[in-house]
């Protein structure tokens, strides 16, 4: 639970910020856990898709495998980060 005094500096450190920039501020954990979701997707397709070509594989099955790990993982971290949140 956050102390008076963490209240106060977090007040002083958005006294004189611009209303843009009060609104990234509140927005970068939200950015950061979807940048988190694109990049957990396109790396695990990528591996999956290096390693259907390394093996010569007609159907994409590691690719499909991959991108729903990396789907998977990436909405665990998505959701951490949305629900987790206590300030609104």
Do not use: C, N
Not at 31 to 40: E, F, R
Not at 67 to 76: D, L, R, S
Request: aromatic letters at 8%.
């Amino acid at each position: 639970m956050a102390s008076p005094d963490d209240r106060e500096r977090r007040e002083r450190d958005e006294e004189g910020l611009s209303s843009l920039a009060q609104a990234y501020r509140k927005a970068a954990p939200l950015m950061a856990a979807s940048t988190q979701l694109v990049a957990a997707t396109g790396l695990m397709a990528g591996l999956g898709y290096w390693g259907d070509v390394k093996l010569g594989h007609k159907v994409p099955w590691m690719l499909l495998v991959g991108a729903a790990v990396g789907m998977t993982g990436g909405f665990i971290g998505f959701f951490r980060t949305v629900l987790g949140r206590k300030d609104k």
